[in-house]
């Protein structure tokens, strides 16, 4: 194949490009209209009560947790493989995230052998739902509940997605969902924090609009910033709402596609949801020895991989923070986080990919096992 195949390629086009220019022709391009209008029919889907937009996926978690009241001297329980985002809105409030290992089925949060990290100063517990389905909430809730934790869902990567019939985000005293360009559903940037808890909503408008509730005023009682979005973006959402079933469908065959191209390649095994739990394939991640290798071999013959989440307890830019901290950092404490990296491949998975796309990355993946 000559041309690449892209990682990710988001699916706008001409129905994003005249939704835009009617902002422009009502001279509304900031928060407004249709900004309300997009969080109305996101509350609708998820089935979540309140809701607030902010710029990105990242200050949404920020907003998520500030909104609880999580600050300096907190700690916040953390996957150890998620993207370094859900980390570091904890530090942005001030806080210390404290990491726990996945289970090695779809690298989800477990909770199996956690109860050690359970301090008087862990004040919540963050699931991540990874790769477009969603972590065990039984387990989480249950967790939550025994020890009185807070949970923050990072529902980042799970717009459209049910565990048991609840959306993810529903479970948690509050939950991130992030737009991204590679997200199922983007408006190039931007996110959304959800909450069922009235007083938790108040705190939100406060944060995200200056302090205030209407931004027609001068007068702030509280400390607050602006997190808002645009109606330019939110144009660019709703077109991308009307799309959501077929980028769903699309994406289910995509992977379907993929399983049955590496069906007869032994060396290679399939990310699993849980027993309940929906996906909407963020990724299609694929786990095989060699993976670091056959990674250099796809890019060398026009694939572009992408390597799953490097440990957090790992990362240079957390591990002065957790040093101070007196946090143990043993790799033995994580050993489905290291497998993952070290065994996992991201294959290019997005809407408008094509049969010969899938069949061609393939064929690359095949040819790399059955070298002599």
């Known amino acids: 194949m000559n041309d690449k195949v892209p990682q990710f390629m988001p699916w706008v086009g001409e129905s994003e490009y005249k939704a835009i220019a009617d902002c422009f022709e009502k001279n509304w391009i900031t928060e407004g ?30 907003l998520a947790l500030k909104s609880l009241g999580i600050g300096p001297g907190d700690k916040v329980m953390v996957p150890d493989f998620t993207f370094i985002a859900s980390a570091n809105a904890v530090v942005m409030v001030g806080a210390t995230p404290v990491f726990v290992d996945v289970n090695p089925q779809n690298f989800q949060i477990d909770l199996s052998a956690a109860d050690h990290l359970v301090t008087p100063d862990l004040k919540a517990i963050m699931p991540v739902h990874i790769y ?13 509940k ?17 565990y048991k019939g609840r959306h993810a ?7 991130a969902f992030s737009f991204f360009a590679d997200k199922t559903l983007t408006t190039a940037e931007g996110g959304l924090v959800v909450t069922n808890n009235e007083k938790v909503y108040e705190q939100l408008l406060y944060l995200r609009n200056q302090g205030r509730i209407d931004r027609g005023t001068f007068i702030h009682p509280e400390m607050g910033f602006n997190f808002r979005m645009t109606d330019i973006q939110c144009a660019v959402g709703l077109v991308q709402l009307d799309k959501l079933k077929e980028i769903r469908e699309r994406k289910l065959v995509i992977l379907e ?3 049955q191209g590496l069906r007869d ?7 699993t949801p849980d027993p309940g739990a929906e996906w909407i394939p963020f990724r299609v991640a694929i786990l095989c020895d060699q993976a670091h290798e056959l990674m250099t071999y796809l890019e060398q013959n026009n694939v572009e991989p992408r390597t799953f989440f490097y440990p957090l307890h790992k990362q240079p830019a957390l591990v ?5 901290e007196n946090t143990p950092l043993n790799d033995s404490d994580f050993p489905n986080t290291l497998t993952a990296y070290d065994r996992g491949i991201c294959l290019p998975t997005f809407a408008t990919m094509n049969k010969e796309q899938v069949g061609y990355v393939c064929d690359v993946i095949s040819q790399f096992f059955t070298r002599k």
Request: proline content about 2%; aromatic content about 10%.
């Open 132 to 144: 477009g389905t969603i972590c065990n909430m039984d387990s989480v809730t249950d967790f939550a």
């Open 320 to 324: 002065e923070i957790l040093n101070k």
């Open 33 to 62: 209209p249709k900004s309300k209008e997009f969080v109305d029919r996101l509350l609708k889907l998820i089935g979540a009560k309140f809701g607030v937009l902010a710029p990105n996926g990242t200050l949404a978690i920020y």
């Open 257 to 259: 596609w993929y399983k």
């Open 146 to 162: 025994r020890h009185k934790l807070m949970i923050v869902e990072d529902a980042a990567q799970a717009i459209g997605v049910h």
């Open 169 to 175: 985000g529903t479970f948690g005293d509050t939950a």
């Open 265 to 271: 390649i032994s060396q290679v095994t399939f990310f």
